[in-house]
């Protein structure tokens, strides 16, 4: 149901965008989930980075905040996470997620590296 891309190696203090395209999912499906971005780094337990709600509330963990963004385009049915000023504790597998009460879908992750 939703493919996550935009990962990639970025040098500290740069930026990526990464995307999660929910092609096949109806728009009213769509508008009527919580949208989430987690991330794994390795060795660590997955945590929720931030969060897109059904009315438009944005939550962010807060060592992202004031960096990230997350953003949703009703029209691509797509959902963003733009990342400015990226740190290297910022490395992680990102993955997207669509939640309700009635299901859960989940992309499969996208690798953010980040190095000098």
């Known amino acids: 149901q939703l493919q996550a891309s935009g990962g990639g190696l970025v040098q500290p203090g740069g930026s990526l965008r990464l995307s999660c395209k929910a092609s096949r999912m109806i728009l009213s499906v769509f508008t009527t989930k919580t949208w989430n971005w987690y991330r794994q780094a390795p060795g660590k337990q997955r945590e929720l980075v931030a969060s897109?709600?059904?009315?438009?509330?944005?939550n962010y963990k807060d060592s992202v905040k004031g960096r990230f963004t997350i953003s949703r385009d009703n029209v691509k049915k797509t959902v963003y996470l733009q990342m400015n000023s990226l740190k290297p504790e910022d490395t992680a597998v990102y993955y997207c997620n669509a939640w309700s009460i009635d299901n859960d879908y989940w992309g499969q992750g996208t690798l953010v590296t980040v190095s000098s």
């Open positions: 897109f709600t059904t009315d438009r509330t944005t």
